[in-house]
């Protein structure tokens, strides 16, 4: 039996609201390795471990999908380059979604104001 996960982060929403279809959803996960440590290379260790200990990684997924679109991104925590790296993609994700609920808020505007433009026309 493998070594259980135990999640520091466990998230898993629907993205639609109830009564929309297609199925999207978000799945972020992280794993707490708190109290694990230096551990044999899962794939080299067969029970009796004499090879030397190793770091690992969390295990994470930051899944996003919609219909039957799916994006899975990867986050490196093996030096501290990568993981300003991993934090700095985070941070230009979430900053590209505020960005993009304004514009898409604002648009909202406009294409009722272009309705009510055509409701006069078709008077």
């Not at 199925?23 to 260790?45: F, Q």
């Not at 505007?109 to 433009?117: F, L, N, T, V």
């Amino acid at each position: 039996m493998g070594i259980p996960y135990h999640a520091r982060v466990d998230e898993r929403a629907f993205l639609n609201l109830p009564g929309f279809h297609g199925g999207a959803y978000v799945v972020a996960y992280v794993e707490d390795t708190s109290e694990l440590g230096p551990r044999c290379d899962r794939y080299d260790c067969d029970g009796d471990c004499s090879h030397p200990l190793e770091n690992f990684e969390a295990r994470t997924i930051l899944e996003i999908a919609d219909c039957s679109d799916r994006i899975n991104l990867e986050f490196d925590l093996t030096t501290e380059l990568r993981r300003a790296n991993s934090l700095h993609k985070l941070d230009t994700l979430i900053t590209a979604l505020r960005l993009f609920r304004a514009g898409l808020a604002a648009e909202f505007e406009q294409y009722e104001r272009r309705a009510r433009e055509l409701e006069e026309v078709d008077e």
